[in-house]
């Protein structure tokens, strides 16, 4: 059946359902002429007799009513398949990519990005090292490096500073070790100042940025954390001053033609807003 496609099966129903041709032309807004000869091709595809045909209509023959059978089967799958279709894209969708640190933070702030009553949905993750928003790899994203090429609209959002961190129950230890994000998983002047100034110090590293605060926690030594995250964990201390070298803005940022969608332009404000409101926190 290779050669019978979907639209004369369709066609094959009409003229069965409703036993003729001028019946089916009524339903269809196509010619009997034009209907009979697709059936007749129909027939020819399959290499089987459909109809018994004569001066009362089109009755089905043996192999049409199996026929008919079957394409009732396939219509009800069709139409299980519109209708989660239509369930899964009854509103349009708007995805926000965040660094890594903030990713919680946004998800835990979810209702001051999207209300009950709004129609969209929204998806939350992670920004990739190689996230391309010239590409629509998210509709919003929250990024802590300007990006400088593209067709984007950016938008200069809050401080994002850091501070060394050990945990409370090492308060008076001395010369505690360093905990490093690998060299291969760097993807940020944060994420490079432990090896680049206590290379020789180093003795636990991670490839996920985030676990160097459950590793501080752990006791495995001292690391460089965001304060907006390290000031809120009441199990670690912040050692020393901010580290104000590692200080960068955070940029919400957009393609410049999804921008205009009133779902998106509403998710970029309540996200700066969002922000704006806890400048304080991300300064520390």
């Known amino acids: 059946m290779a050669d019978a496609n979907w639209d004369d099966l369709q066609l094959f129903y ?34 089987r007799s459909l109809f018994i045909r004569s001066q009362q209509g089109y009755r089905l023959a043996h192999d049409g009513q199996i026929l008919l059978e079957r394409v009732r089967v ?30 919680p933070f946004v998800a835990e702030s979810i209702a001051a990005i999207r209300s009950p009553s709004d129609a969209f949905r929204l998806c939350v993750k992670t920004a990739d090292a190689d996230l391309d928003m010239t590409f629509r790899a998210a509709d919003v994203a929250v990024l802590g490096v300007e990006p400088v090429s593209g067709n984007l609209a950016k938008r200069r959002s809050v401080t994002f500073r850091y501070a060394v961190y050990r945990s409370r129950a090492l308060a008076g230890a001395a010369d505690l070790p360093w905990i490093s994000v690998g060299t ?5 002047n ?19 940025a985030r676990l160097v605060e459950t590793l ?42 999804d921008r205009r969608r009133p779902e998106v332009r509403l998710v970029i404000d309540r996200v700066a807003e969002l922000f704006s409101r806890h400048a304080a926190r991300f300064l520390g």
């Open 14 to 47: 009409q003229v069965a359902e409703q036993g003729g041709l001028s019946a089916a032309a009524a339903g269809t807004g196509l010619s009997a002429p034009t209907i009979g000869r697709r059936m007749l091709a129909l027939e020819r595809a399959l290499g």
């Open 190 to 208: 944060s994420d490079r100042f432990v090896f680049e100034n206590h290379e020789s110090q180093i003795l636990t590293w991670t490839g996920e």
């Open 216 to 257: 501080v926690q752990a006791g495995a030594g001292r690391g460089v954390l965001p304060v907006f995250a390290g000031d809120a964990n009441p199990a670690i201390e912040r050692e020393g001053d901010i580290i104000a070298a590692l200080d960068h803005p955070l940029w919400i940022v957009a393609n410049d033609d």
């Open 74 to 103: 396939m219509r009800q799958a069709a139409d299980g398949i519109a209708d989660w279709h239509g369930d899964a894209f009854a509103l349009p969708l708007v995805s926000i990519a965040t660094e890594p640190w903030l990713a």
């Open 184 to 188: 291969e998983s760097a993807r940020s």
